[in-house]
């Protein structure tokens, strides 16, 4: 049973900086997708960026490109989503995803946790 837990979320002023966590556990990730997605309130789902486990390729969101760095820590089974620069703007909750390779529908998804960025 694949389980996504995400942590780091909070209240921070527009400029700083947070790094949200996603703990993976319930099977092998070595050949998976991992992703971050947010949803702001009345908004839909939106992609914000994606790892390879396996090649450590990414990819990001023009909203969030060098300001979001997407990570992750093989020994700990762990994707980490350091964001600076935060605009009130990239409040929503944030989701963390997994998908079987880099093809398939993301079809794993954490509870989410939320970012919220006073002005």
């Known amino acids: 049973q694949v389980r996504l837990v995400e942590s780091g979320g909070g209240l921070v002023q527009a400029g700083g900086s947070l790094r949200l966590s996603c703990a993976a556990s319930?099977?092998?990730?070595?050949?998976?997708?991992m992703g971050w997605f947010r949803q702001a309130p009345g908004k839909e789902r939106e992609f914000v960026a994606t790892?390879?486990?396996?090649?450590?390729?990414?990819n990001y969101a023009d909203s969030v490109k060098g300001r979001f760095t997407i990570s992750r820590a093989n020994a700990e089974n762990t994707v980490y989503l350091q964001m600076n620069s935060l605009k009130p703007e990239d409040t929503a909750v944030y989701y963390c995803?997994?998908?079987?390779?880099?093809?398939?529908?993301?079809?794993?998804w954490g509870q989410g946790t939320q970012v919220t960025v006073s002005s």
């Open positions: 319930g099977r092998s990730f070595s050949n998976y997708a």
């Open positions: 995803a997994a998908k079987i390779d880099f093809f398939a529908t993301y079809n794993y």
């Open positions: 790892i390879m486990w396996g090649s450590g390729y990414t």
